[in-house]
Every structure is written in C-alpha cells, then in structure tokens.
C-alpha cells in the first residue's frame, strides 16, 4: 500500500467552483506539504504545516486554503476555482532527521492530483 | 532573491554518463536535494548534500560547492529507466527552511 495517497487522482471542473483535494499519510511523519507543479516551472509551495495546530503559507497561497484534521491528514481547499489553477498538484510529508551534522528532512510525495478548471 | 538554474533537457546515450549541473543563488543555504521524477509520477528522493564534496550512492553521485552555489549529479552506467527529469531543490533558511525548487532537467536516454 501506498505510504501518501491523494484523493481524486483527476478531477475536471468549472470555474467558480469550490474544490477539496485530499491527502492522507500512512508513514506517522509529523510535517505536510501541498505543491502545485506547472510545466517549466519548478514545483511551488502552496502552504505547509509541522504538525496539527502548526499551519504556514507558503510562496502561492492565495486563493487556496487548508485544513490539518489529523496527523495523517491534510486537505487543500480552492474556495473558487479559476482556469489558471489548473496543475498538477502533490502532496507530501517529512520527519526531521538530525544527526552527523545534518538535517534531513526528506519530503515523500504522493502521486498527484492533476485538476483542471475550465 | 533566490534563484535555481538547471538546464531544461539532456541527451545521452544507455551506458553512457551524463553529469546535469544546477546553480543556486541564496544567502540562506541549508542543504541541497536531488530528487527524480518520471513522467506524470511523484519526485523521488536521490540525494542529499550540505558539505562540500561528493556524495556516491551506487550509480548515482551528487557534487557540492557551496562556495560556487554549485551542485551536479552524476549518472553512470546509464539505463533507459533513467529517463526522466531530475530536480534540483534547495533548502532555504530565509524561506523557513522550505525547498526552492529549480523547473528540472528532462533526460532522455537514446539506445
């Protein structure tokens, strides 16, 4: 089984409608992550959050929203579609790892969620 | 402001080696990943640097210079199953300590 998964794998809808994207992890790491991937550019942090009550914007996060219901579990929110929200969109999770001078931190990703707005 | 530069593709022949480069400009420098993803699947993780000097793991190497804003990754042996693209990301202590990705580096490996 998979250790990330995210649910819908693809989802089509229209502008103007709100979207959740879902994320669950199996692997007890405590940190989670939501990225957009668009072609030619590199993967960008939409928000991030360390642990349940611990939620950070990222570099992209307006128009977004997200919501950690549990450890194992990160949602993301588009309250209102629009077209250029279309992506492909990954989560993924992290423990730190401290030791022999270095930090670790390693992000696992789950297999994406490719959304698009019309 | 921060900046990763990779080359948008390469080409290399199967049991051949290809070395991609990627240079950074950050004053906050806190490690440097590799990670592969092929096509429509999730990046995996390949290496990690935060000291200069090279990291070998298996056919894979990883090269860093902190002093040049400087990394390569090397594959050796190459196989057509490498064909993918291959991201650079650097961890950033103005950024929280989040990853700043570059676009990656699409290989594409010819029999």
């Known amino acids: 089984d998979a250790d990330v998964t995210q649910t819908p794998r693809n989802r089509i809808t229209k502008t103007g409608k709100r979207i959740m994207l879902e994320c669950s992890q199996t692997?007890?790491?405590?940190?989670m992550y939501w990225y957009r991937q668009d072609p030619g550019l590199g993967l960008r942090l939409i928000y991030y959050?360390?642990?349940?009550?611990?939620?950070n914007k990222g570099e992209i996060s307006d128009g977004y929203s997200v919501s950690r219901q549990a450890q194992a579990k990160f949602s993301l929110s588009l309250e209102s579609a629009i077209p250029n929200q279309t992506a492909l969109y990954f989560c993924?999770?992290?423990?730190?790892?401290?030791?022999?001078?270095?930090?670790?931190?390693?992000?696992?990703f789950g297999p994406g969620t490719r959304l698009t707005v019309l | 402001g921060q900046n990763i530069d990779q080359p948008t593709e390469m080409t290399a022949t199967e049991g051949a080696i290809v070395q991609i480069n990627c240079t950074y400009q950050?004053?906050?420098?806190?490690?440097l990943f590799w990670y592969q993803q092929h096509a429509g699947e999730a990046p995996t993780f390949l290496s990690y640097?935060?000291l200069d000097g090279l990291e070998e793991k298996g056919r894979f190497s990883s090269f860093l210079s902190r002093s040049k804003g400087y990394s390569y990754l090397l594959l050796k042996e190459l196989q057509m199953k490498d064909s993918a693209s291959y991201l650079c990301?650097?961890?950033?202590?103005?950024?929280?300590?989040?990853?700043?990705w570059g676009a990656g580096t699409k290989l594409i490996i010819k029999p």
């Open positions: 692997k007890g790491h405590d940190r």
């Open positions: 959050s360390f642990d349940v009550k611990d939620i």
């Open positions: 950050t004053s906050g420098f806190n490690g």
């Open positions: 993924a999770t992290s423990e730190r790892e401290v030791g022999r001078g270095r930090n670790l931190d390693t992000q696992y």
């Open positions: 640097n935060v």
């Open positions: 990301a650097v961890r950033d202590q103005r950024s929280n300590y989040q990853l700043i």
